[in-house]
């Protein structure tokens, strides 16, 4: 059985939950938004999932940064300010009263069209905002089996992949051919053969006590991933960001994804290489989660 890097137990709480769109706040099965929405025609705008943890929105500024430097990428203006939208994502919690294990999905799409065509002129609306809190904690097990697929990592000049765009197709091909080759999740190239990233998390591998990732410039700048890399930088753990491609992942002495919900995932496979280490991965791990505190 796959075991993903999103896996959870469900939560009875989260049938109560009231979710916001536009500042309104729905029941969990009424929420809805138009066919006539940007995001549903198109995948047309650009999101954040924030995880709120003791109390605390983790690493909130630099969601909201890259939801509005993704937004301004798509030459999409979000009407209200980042001061306004973190109060907005106040009161949805407030108004749900959550203080712990939550994730929250921030999506905003371009808005209304009179008619569904993607040119956005016809838009007829200012973008949709939805606040969707849940309880959700990842259960992910460590171990991940990865697969290389022949999807590709797009390039700024086809469908930028460092935008964090609703239009998701790109890693769900990848996803689905992880899965039917038997992988937990797929890790990707880009044109020239280099790895970039899995198909919803970051990738990490170590060799030689060096930690190596991609140089960013094919895959989303994950905030898991910024704080990784600053982590070993504060601790004198050599790390690169740099070209490498399969032949040396396969070499790896440990390997790591990172994501938002799944936090530090070890890698234990890729194409049937087996990767058994974890040690400099632990050591990295503690310091993050000392972060969360």
């Known amino acids: 059985m796959n075991k993903g890097t999103h896996e959870y137990e469900s939560d009875p709480r989260n049938k109560d939950i009231k979710i916001s769109i536009n500042g309104e706040m729905f029941a969990r099965e009424e929420a809805k938004v138009s066919v006539f929405d940007s995001g549903f025609l198109l995948g047309d705008g650009v999101w954040e999932?924030?995880?709120l943890h003791n109390g605390?929105?983790?690493?909130?500024?630099?969601?909201?940064?890259?939801?509005y430097d993704g937004a301004k990428s798509i030459d999409m203006k979000i009407e209200k300010s980042v001061e306004e939208m973190k109060q907005?994502?106040?009161?949805?919690?407030n108004i749900n009263e959550m203080k712990d294990g939550v994730h929250l999905r921030?999506?905003?799409?371009?808005?209304?069209?009179?008619?569904?065509?993607?040119?956005?002129?016809?838009?007829?609306?200012d973008?949709?905002?939805?606040?969707?809190?849940?309880?959700?904690?990842?259960?992910?097990?460590?171990?991940l089996r990865l697969i290389s697929v022949d999807i590709k990592r797009g390039t700024s000049?086809?469908?930028?992949?460092?935008?964090?765009?609703?239009?998701?197709?790109?890693?769900?091909?990848?996803?689905?051919?992880?899965?039917?080759?038997?992988?937990d999740e797929a890790l990707m190239l880009d044109h020239n053969g280099n790895v970039t990233t899995c198909n919803s998390t970051n990738f990490f591998m170590i060799k030689d006590n060096e930690v190596w990732t991609s140089t960013g410039e094919y895959c989303l700048p994950g905030i898991t991933r910024k704080n990784i890399i600053k982590i070993c930088k504060e601790n004198r753990i050599e790390i690169r960001e740099k070209d490498f491609d399969l032949e040396d992942t396969y070499a790896a002495d440990e390997a790591f994804v990172t994501g938002t919900f799944a936090g530090i995932i070890t890698v234990s496979e890729i194409d049937g290489h087996a990767i058994e280490g974890d040690e400099i991965t632990s050591k990295i791990r503690r310091m993050y989660e000392q972060k969360l505190m």
Request: overall charge negative; proline content about 6%.
């Open 127 to 143: 973008p949709t905002i939805v606040i969707i809190p849940e309880y959700k904690e990842s259960i992910s097990r460590d171990g």
């Open 106 to 125: 921030l999506i905003v799409s371009r808005g209304i069209k009179a008619t569904p065509y993607q040119d956005p002129k016809v838009t007829i609306s």
């Open 49 to 51: 999932g924030i995880r």
């Open 88 to 93: 907005e994502i106040e009161n949805v919690l």
């Open 157 to 183: 000049e086809t469908q930028d992949p460092r935008i964090n765009s609703l239009s998701k197709h790109n890693c769900i091909q990848a996803c689905i051919a992880a899965a039917e080759a038997g992988g």
């Open 56 to 67: 605390k929105l983790c690493f909130l500024d630099e969601h909201l940064t890259r939801l």
